[in-house]
């Protein structure tokens, strides 16, 4: 494994996982040692909609996991570099991916640069680019542009502080407060009392935010009562992290000895927590797909293409859920209303919840009697004062968007290209690669005792 960070390296991240994350954490080995940094474990999920309704409720299990962590990467990547190791890979810090080496149309290898800039190769059975939205692999195998995207619509604030609650149930729940058209989060975290706060609201307030971080902060305060109240008496605030670039795309993630895991190949709007999931999840079932077949080469690319229409159809669902939360507008009042009626269901067992925390999908989760019945109770109990048309139009809106996405989930299409309308916003300027494409041929070059696989990561 080549890394051109040394370990510990941050980076930017709402570092959440609820149990289905934690749970890969405790597959890969890793789990035990982030324990040690004595995060808290957080078993509830408290959600409340314009101060009118609001839900608590458990996680459902994962595995043996009924609880949320959120470590920062600091923390979180040393111990999986650890387990790494330990598991026998040769992870190399501060070396630098130079080019993929390539013959008869196939990748065989990389080209790197150590710390001092030597260079050298290493020639691989499989080479997996794990190394994010900017994947210079990518860029290599021609697969940087995505062949589906959709632009984000709210950016990121975060901030870390002493939880004045520490130890408390209160202090033990993970907070989702929808107030207006801005999401404002809390999220206990490691070590000990910290806990991390997140603003999601317009993509410009990221600008804004580091322009005056404090006028801000007290801007969003004021916007979301409920969590300033929560927060209140906090100490030892970090400075403000943010970031207004989180669009969502799938890139092709599999060819001819190659594959993109992680973010490299597929990215969703933090707007729901799923990314470092989605690369845990999808890192080990490549492993345990392409194990197996590593020696014949036919049979690994098409290992690798089934494991890349797995992913896609592990991740869609996840993916329009970002899409929607992801646009600016005010709290609807037939969400309201499904919050209402969902929290006097706590006997039931986890519900909304699980869509966050994958133990159902949207579909399973706003059925369409669902959306029915909150839009009828909406039009009974009244539509907090936005006119009842556009209370009905917007539902029904929503209704198509949730058809739109049922639709796509049933064709199970690969590679798919098509938009969701509502859901989907495309970017009519995708980002340009992070460098030209340069092929290195080893055509007239042989490598004795190739290795298994190579992760630049």
């Keep these: 494994m080549l890394d051109r960070s040394r370990f510990p390296s941050d980076q930017m991240s709402t570092h959440l996982l609820f149990p289905d994350g934690v749970n890969e954490l405790r597959m890969m080995g890793a789990l035990d040692g982030i324990h040690a940094s004595n995060p808290t474990r957080s078993p509830w999920l408290q959600l409340s909609t314009n101060g009118e309704a609001e839900l608590l409720e458990r996680w459902r299990q994962s595995g043996p996991i009924d609880y949320c962590m959120c470590v920062p990467r600091t923390i979180q990547d040393i111990e999986l570099v650890t387990s790494a190791r330990a598991a026998g890979a040769d992870v190399r810090e501060r070396h630098r991916l130079v080019g993929v080496l390539w013959r008869g149309g196939r990748a065989v290898g990389v080209r790197y640069a150590d710390a001092d800039g030597n260079q050298d190769d290493i020639e691989a059975k499989l080479v997996i680019g794990a190394d994010g939205r900017r994947s210079s692999v990518a860029s290599e195998v021609g697969a940087f542009r995505p062949y589906r995207a959709s632009r984000n619509g709210r950016g990121l604030v975060f901030r870390y502080a002493d939880d004045p609650m520490y130890g408390t149930r209160e202090g033990k729940t993970i907070y989702q407060w929808r107030d207006g058209d801005s999401i404002g989060f809390m999220f206990p975290s490691a070590p000990g009392p910290k806990m991390l706060m997140l603003f999601m609201g317009a993509a410009e307030e990221a600008t804004e935010a580091m322009n005056d971080q404090e006028g801000y902060w007290q801007r969003k305060l004021a916007e979301h009562p409920q969590m300033a109240e929560r927060v209140a008496g906090c100490t030892d605030l970090t400075k403000l992290r943010a970031t207004g670039d989180t669009s969502a795309y799938f890139r092709a993630s599999s060819g001819p000895g190659w594959a993109l895991a992680g973010d490299a190949g597929h990215f969703k709007d933090p707007v729901i927590g799923q990314g470092q999931r989605d690369a845990l999840w999808s890192g080990r079932r490549l492993a345990e797909v392409a194990g197996p077949v590593l020696d014949d080469p036919g049979e690994l690319d098409l290992a690798l293409r089934r494991w ?130 340069a092929r290195i041929s080893t055509d007239l070059i042989v490598h004795d005792n190739p290795t298994e696989t190579v992760i630049s990561a």
Aim: with cysteine; glycine share 14%; charged share 30%.
């Design 308 to 437: 890349e229409r797995e992913r896609d159809m592990e991740c869609v669902h996840a993916y329009h859920f970002g899409n929607i939360e992801t646009e600016i507008k005010p709290v609807s009042p037939v969400l309201v209303e499904i919050v209402r009626r969902s929290g006097r269901s706590r006997g039931d067992g986890p519900d909304i919840g699980d869509v966050f925390g994958r133990g159902r999908t949207l579909p399973q989760v706003l059925t369409i009697p669902r959306l029915i019945g909150g839009l009828s109770d909406a039009l009974r109990r009244g539509t907090g004062g936005e006119p009842v048309g556009a209370t009905v139009r917007g539902a029904i809106a929503d209704l198509k968007v949730h058809l739109g996405v049922r639709q796509e989930l049933l064709g199970r299409r690969f590679r798919y290209s098509g938009v969701v309308v509502g859901s989907e916003h495309p970017d009519p300027k995708p980002p340009a690669p992070t460098r030209p494409v």
